[in-house]
């Protein structure tokens, strides 16, 4: 059974650009990704790319 997964991501411009996972976290509600997201844009989360550019993915996994 395929189950919807989120993944908050930052964009990331060097070396390659694209989307990568902020913490490796995969939340199971697109609420708990909307809670990081807003720890994030309210700079209480770690930027790893420091774009500060989020997005919330959204995705199908086998569960």
Same mark, same amino acid.
């Given at each position: ?8 991501? #930052? ?9 990568? +996972? ?6 199971? !509600? &697109? *609420? #708990? ?9 309210? +700079? ?6 420091? !774009? &500060? *550019? ?10």
């Amino acid at each position: 059974m395929k189950v919807r997964r989120f993944i908050l991501q #930052e964009y990331d411009n060097r070396p390659v650009p694209g989307w990568r +996972g902020v913490d490796g976290t995969v939340r199971n !509600t &697109n *609420e #708990e990704a909307e809670a990081l997201l807003k720890e994030f844009k309210e +700079g209480r989360g770690y930027s790893p790319y420091g !774009t &500060n *550019e989020f997005r919330i993915e959204e995705f199908m996994e086998n569960s």
